[in-house]
């Protein structure tokens, strides 16, 4: 039997940081860190847990553009339990595949 695990992913991430994103939320209001991002969804860190097949609005504002898409939660679990917080890191599939606005960053980033 084979127990090999095959790539999931539908397509290539990029880390958020070279991508310069300012700000991110899930609507309704939860604000969550960007860790990657692709052309299909992106893998976010919240203070709240998000629920599996969950509808959402996903808004990302970065330096030089801005994408706002429905997307739907595919998987949240906790990641770090402390003190006085418990931080969630999940994933979130875009309803539409965001291409257009893929290729200027993915161009910077790969020039870098």
Same mark, same amino acid.
């Not at 039997?1 to 790539?7: A, L, P, R, Y």
């Not at 539908?10 to 991508?19: D, E, I, M």
């Not at 300012?22 to 893998?43: K, M, Y």
């Given at each position: 039997?084979?127990?090999?695990?095959? $790539?999931r992913?539908?397509?290539?991430?990029? +880390?958020?940081?070279?991508?310069?994103? $300012?700000?991110?939320?899930?609507? +309704?209001?939860?604000?969550?860190?960007?860790?990657?991002?692709?052309?299909?969804?992106?893998?976010?860190?919240?203070e709240?847990?998000?629920? +599996?097949?969950? =509808?959402?609005?996903?808004?990302?504002?970065?330096?030089?553009w801005?994408?706002?898409?429905?997307?739907?939660?595919? =998987?949240?679990?906790?990641?770090?339990?402390?003190?006085?917080?418990?931080?969630?890191?999940?994933?979130?599939?875009?309803?539409?595949?965001?291409?257009?606005?893929? $290729? $200027?960053?993915?161009?910077?980033?790969?020039?870098?």
């Open positions: 039997m084979d127990d090999t695990v095959g $790539e992913r539908a397509a290539r991430r990029l +880390p958020a940081t070279p991508l310069e994103i $300012e700000r991110a939320t899930l609507r +309704p209001g939860c604000l969550v860190a960007i860790l990657d991002l692709s052309t299909n969804g992106a893998q976010v860190q919240s709240r847990p998000l629920r +599996p097949g969950s =509808r959402i609005h996903v808004r990302i504002a970065a330096r030089h801005t994408l706002a898409v429905a997307a739907d939660v595919v =998987r949240c679990s906790v990641w770090i339990v402390q003190a006085d917080a418990v931080i969630y890191r999940g994933a979130v599939r875009f309803e539409e595949e965001c291409t257009a606005l893929w $290729e $200027e960053p993915a161009v910077a980033v790969s020039r870098a």
